[in-house]
């Protein structure tokens, strides 16, 4: 298995720009997770989908960001318009339904916003 | 709810010696708990989980961690330091909600 496919893996925007992060969880794992990791707030989950429903998006820091997962195999986090305190490492994460499970992390994208 | 605490943000150690991180968990539930390793510029990789059974938990890269209930600690250890070691390493807990992390401890290993 390829795992957790996350693109790009770097993005350079200026302020007031769109910003869309993509992921492509591991086939078979029905939950799937945002994460954005600083060094000021370390890594804070954004938002949880099971079976492609959103459960829990209370870390969404604010109405410039949204997520949406239209099928099984993609999911997308967009920003829009972004500013330079978006500027992070956005995780993302799969694994089966249950919260024991081992949730296994993409590469990341390292988000510079100017 | 949930929550970590992760004693020392970051810890130094020579090689050869043994490796101890701390963590400790709050939760209203039976938890269950997970050691994470993060290696520059990649993403998290499990290193064990506790669920249930057994509360010495064997992991990979020759760690180990022990679920103590009474101290409501979950401590990471190996017994000698190897300079691939150098990484953040992440507890995490998790019981009626996904995982919530602890801020991390960067493990420096020095020669």
């Known amino acids: 298995d390829a795992g957790v496919i996350q693109s790009p893996r770097h993005e350079v925007t200026e302020m007031g720009q769109e910003v869309t992060l993509r992921c492509k969880p591991i086939?078979?794992?029905?939950?799937l997770f945002w994460y954005r990791q600083t060094m000021m707030r370390g890594l804070e989950l954004l938002i949880y989908?099971?079976?492609?429903?959103?459960?829990?998006d209370s870390g969404m820091p604010e109405d410039r960001f949204s997520a949406k997962m239209p099928n099984a195999s993609f999911s997308t986090l967009k920003i829009q318009p972004s500013e330079p305190r978006d500027s992070a490492v956005y995780f993302c994460?799969?694994?089966?339904?249950?919260?024991?499970?081992?949730?296994?992390f993409g590469p990341g994208t390292r988000l510079t916003v100017l | 709810a949930q929550s970590v605490t992760q004693l020392g943000s970051h810890v130094s150690v020579s090689e050869g010696a043994l490796v101890l991180l701390r963590c400790n968990y709050s939760?209203?539930?039976?938890?269950?708990l997970f050691w994470y390793v993060q290696y520059p510029n990649q993403g998290l990789q499990l290193l064990l989980k506790?669920?249930?059974?057994?509360?010495l938990v064997k992991g990979i890269n020759g760690f180990e961690a022990e679920f103590k209930k009474s101290e409501t600690s979950f401590h990471l250890t190996k017994p000698s330091a190897h300079m691939s070691d150098a990484a953040e390493y992440f507890c995490?807990?998790?019981?009626?909600?996904?995982?919530?992390f602890g801020k991390g401890t960067r493990l420096s290993v020095i020669a």
């Open positions: 995490a807990v998790a019981g009626n909600t996904p995982l919530v």
């Open positions: 989908f099971n079976n492609n429903v959103p459960i829990d």
């Open positions: 994460a799969s694994s089966t339904t249950g919260v024991e499970d081992t949730q296994y």
């Open positions: 939760s209203s539930v039976p938890p269950y």
């Open positions: 506790y669920t249930t059974g057994a509360t």
């Open positions: 086939s078979g794992h029905n939950s």
